[in-house]
């Protein structure tokens, strides 16, 4: 098997998408979202990184972070964050959660998909374009007909600084060409 090989810049802002494993809609419970939401602040605090913009969908979510100066870090925070959000989920569910034979063996939970996308974002039109895609995506998977309708995600934050105007996406078509990764 092919060795896959990270870029990691200190200091650099990332787009990253996790996704759940079978692409289980867990996200639409609020009390899982909740869950998510406390273990990414959990590894936040311990260690840092600026959260640039987030949408979290039924079954997966999207992120882009800025870390550190010197930091290149990230896949100790994802794993931190899987981690964490992983025990917790599991004490919710009482235990129930079954495992494959192969996830048993690696002690691993039927939560997330094993590996995560992420994407060194290179300039300010890369991070305009990742900010967008983010924002849209909702949209984009038919979950609702105007971004303004999602509330898991940054976009209310981006109109409140005058990023975007709150009818920003009505008509607008993703170019998926720009975009070579997941969901």
């Known amino acids: 098997m092919p060795e896959y090989r990270r870029m990691k810049i200190p200091g650099g802002t990332y787009f990253f998408t996790l996704v759940t494993y079978g692409r289980h809609n867990i ?3 609020p009390k899982v979202r909740s869950i998510l939401h406390e273990s990414i602040e959990y590894v936040k605090n311990r260690h840092p990184f600026t959260m640039v913009a987030f949408c979290i969908l039924p079954d997966h979510i999207h992120f882009i972070w800025h870390l550190p100066a010197g ?3 990230y896949s100790m925070r994802i794993g931190q964050i ?3 959000f992983s025990k917790q989920y599991k004490l919710m ?4 959660i079954e495992r494959s034979i192969s996830r ?3 002690r691993e939970l039927s939560i997330w998909q094993r590996r995560f996308w992420e994407h060194w974002i290179q300039d300010e039109a890369d991070l305009n374009r990742h900010i967008d ?3 849209y995506n909702p949209v984009k998977h038919g979950l609702v007909s105007s971004v303004r309708e999602w509330k898991e995600s940054s976009f209310h934050s981006f109109v409140e600084a005058g990023y975007y105007e709150i009818n ?3 008509g607008y078509q993703v170019d998926e060409k720009k975009y ?4």
């Open 180 to 183: 070579q990764y997941g969901e």
């Open 93 to 96: 569910l009482d235990n129930t």
């Open 168 to 170: 920003w996406g009505e």
């Open 71 to 73: 930091d290149a870090d």
């Open 104 to 106: 048993e063996m690696r």
């Open 27 to 29: 996200f639409s419970i």
């Open 133 to 135: 895609y983010i924002h």
């Open 82 to 84: 899987k981690s964490r």
